[in-house]
């Protein structure tokens, strides 16, 4: 499954390059990126951990970018 979120509050090109190799990093995700001119967070995962990716990668963004909203 892949599907995009809206990022709001993303202060940097540079965080969004750290968030995004962080969240390839995570058990079960297939592919993320970060854009940070469209703010956007792209993720890709297999259909049965789908759920459990987007709940760590919603906590990893509010860990390491606290400022940033998944909307």
């Given at each position: ?22 969240l390839n990093k995570l058990e079960g995700m297939g ?7 469209a703010q956007r967070m792209t993720l890709e995962a ?26």
């Amino acid at each position: 499954m892949k599907q995009s979120f809206r990022l709001q509050g993303l202060d940097c090109a540079n965080c969004a390059a750290r968030l995004e190799r962080a969240l390839n990093k995570l058990e079960g995700m297939g592919h993320a990126s970060v854009n940070f001119l469209a703010q956007r967070m792209t993720l890709e995962a297999e259909d049965a951990r789908w759920d459990a990716v987007v709940r760590d990668a919603r906590a990893l963004v509010k860990k390491l970018e606290p400022d940033a909203v998944v909307a």
